[in-house]
Nanobody, 122 residues
């Protein structure tokens, strides 16, 4: 399964941005989808996850109320809408997929995208 993350860019503090994740060769409705991020010099951390049909979502406390995860299975795409962005949100954002829904931990995800860089200027 190859995941492609896109939509990153440069945004000012307080701004909004949506990143997307799609797959050209696999139906994403088979997978729980998630977003992780990795800031320079830091470990990769969980951001958000959404179940197969979107009925359940999870968020890290640091983004709760500001980020919204969603998915459009018809378009084979998962999204992360980021609002009220802060400089500390600057990171490479990775999408991940798992067919079994084993959990949110870093090691629970079967497939990873290449990442898209989000930079929030102060």
């Amino acid at each position: 399964v190859q995941l492609q993350a896109s939509g990153g860019g440069l945004v000012q503090t307080g701004g909004s941005l949506t990143v997307s994740c799609t797959s050209s060769g696999e139906t994403l409705s088979r997978f729980v989808m998630a977003w992780f991020r990795q800031a320079p010099g830091k470990e990769r951390e969980f951001v958000s996850a959404i179940t197969w049909r979107g009925g359940t979502t999870h968020y890290a406390d640091t983004v709760k109320g500001r980020f919204t995860i969603s998915r459009d299975n018809g378009n084979n795409t998962a999204y992360l809408r980021m609002s009220n962005l802060k400089p500390e949100d600057t990171a490479v954002y990775y999408c991940a997929a798992d067919s079994t829904g084993r959990g949110l931990a870093l090691g629970s995800w079967e497939y990873w995208g290449q990442g898209t860089l989000v930079t929030v200027s102060s």
